[in-house]
């Protein structure tokens, strides 16, 4: 049956009562590929809360590249993780606001009508992990809306209670569906695992894109100062309005990327070079060599991230989006006794602090662009093919922005540059 794009932000069941069917972008194996093919419209039944779930009405979603990946099938088919088998589909959409719908059995801190937004972290509450360690040791550990199906790209969502935070109320609903992913990442990465403090000096990659809009504004709450790598003028100009303390443009030290396969004799003299170069530009801007490293790009920079960061410094990294396979000079690890931290999303603890300064107005998203529901395999073909500019929210139930503000706050960064 075709979906009537025109109904999707109309529902005609009572909250507390589902709809038989929703509509959704639904990715299949058998069509694996360009975002804009793998991505169709589909009418698919409405999914019933187990015990602790809750249904949560979507009325807007945030675009991450982890659905780029699960179009594409690569580098692993996500429809052997999680409940994919059960059901046979993906369902993207790791980030949301919305209202709760119904609730399952067991919940109890969250009731029909609340307004909410979602963090992606799934573990069953069966794993001892989840009791004494971290729910990101558990065996069971997944990103809801990636790892799993019923994320929010459809009418409705199906999450774990945990994962419900309450949506701050100067946020309209696309700027509340905007930064959870991130920002929380980004958290867990300075607070927990570098254990940034007031005074820390750090040096953060991409400080325009997703990830580093959040990391900015998370050492200025901290009183850490911060220099930001970015790639143009106007995106140099967001991170210092964002807090940080200077910037630079990668494309000054472009021969300190790490190539694959990596440089040899002569040229890696040069790339060197470059990285020693780039480290006292670092070091001039922040009155000395960083205590943290903030990283996510991988292949290309890590050798200059080991090189830059300060004896006894740590490098704390979530992703390796030029390459996974990094190539340093150890020597400059083991000699300056320097520590690599890996790091991933983020506890529902650490979300929940993280969001009541989202709540407090101190950390504001920072939204680019926002798109109806006809718009989700059309946003994510542009992160494929890098054409996108900034963080990209999806009106599901909203019918435009702006709506689904409850209180006076600074409200997001509306900024044309990012990413
Ligand atoms: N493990 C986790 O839990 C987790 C969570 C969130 C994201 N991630 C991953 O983290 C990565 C970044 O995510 P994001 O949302 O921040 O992406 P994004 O919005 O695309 O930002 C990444 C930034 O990295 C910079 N960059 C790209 N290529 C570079 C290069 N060769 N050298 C230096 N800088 C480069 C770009 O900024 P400039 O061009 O301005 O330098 C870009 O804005 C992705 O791989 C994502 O999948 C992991």
Request: hydrophobic letters at 40%; glycine letters at 12%.
């Amino acid at each position: 049956m075709a979906v009537d794009l025109t109904q999707v932000s109309q529902v005609e069941t009572e909250p507390g009562e589902l709809p038989k069917t929703m509509a959704a972008w639904v990715i299949r194996e058998e069509r694996f590929g360009e975002p804009k093919d793998a991505f169709q419209l589909e009418e698919v039944e409405v999914p019933e809360p187990a015990a602790f779930e809750v249904i949560v009405r979507v009325m807007a979603a945030g675009v991450n590249y982890n659905n780029v990946w699960a179009a594409l099938g690569e580098p692993v088919s996500v429809m052997k993780y999680g409940d994919h088998p059960e059901f046979g589909h993906h369902i993207g959409g790791s980030d949301a606001s919305g209202v709760v719908w119904k609730v399952g059995p067991g919940v109890t801190r969250w009731k029909v009508g609340d307004e909410v937004v979602v963090h992606c972290n799934q573990a069953s509450y069966e794993d001892v992990e989840v009791h004494g360690l971290d729910p990101m040791a558990a065996p069971s550990q997944r990103i809801w809306g990636y790892e799993t199906t019923w994320g929010s790209f459809a009418q409705f969502t199906k999450v774990q209670a945990q994962q419900l935070l309450p949506k701050p109320e100067a946020l309209s609903w696309e700027e509340a569906a905007s930064y959870g992913l991130v920002y929380f990442t980004a958290w867990r990465m300075l607070i927990t695992r570098a254990k940034i403090t007031a005074g820390s000096k750090v040096l953060i990659w991409g400080a325009a894109g997703g990830l580093g809009v959040f990391a900015v504004q998370i050492c200025k709450a901290a009183g850490a100062e911060c220099v930001g790598v970015v790639s143009s003028k106007e995106k140099g100009e967001l991170v210092m309005q964002l807090g940080a303390k200077g910037y630079i443009d990668r494309g000054d030290f472009k021969d300190m990327m790490r190539s694959t396969p990596p440089q040899t004799g002569p040229e890696e003299k040069t790339r060197f070079k470059a990285s020693r170069a780039f480290g006292k530009e670092v070091s001039g801007l922040l009155g000395g060599a960083p205590d943290v490293v903030f990283e996510h790009v991988g292949t290309q920079t890590f050798p200059t991230s080991v090189l830059t960061v300060k004896p006894f410094g740590k490098v704390v990294i979530c992703a390796g989006t030029t390459g996974f396979n990094l190539d340093f000079d150890v020597r400059y690890l083991w000699m300056k006794q320097k520590e690599i931290l890996g790091s991933h999303f983020a506890n529902a603890y650490e979300c929940t602090k993280a969001n009541e300064l989202i709540e407090s107005g101190l950390i504001r998203p920072v939204l680019s662009q926002t798109l109806g529901f006809d718009g989700v395999a059309e946003a994510h073909q542009l992160m494929r093919d890098n054409k996108h500019s900034g963080k990209i929210a999806i009106l599901v139930g909203a019918t435009e922005e702006g709506q689904g503000r409850t209180a006076e706050g600074p409200g997001a960064i509306h900024a044309e540059v990012g990413a």
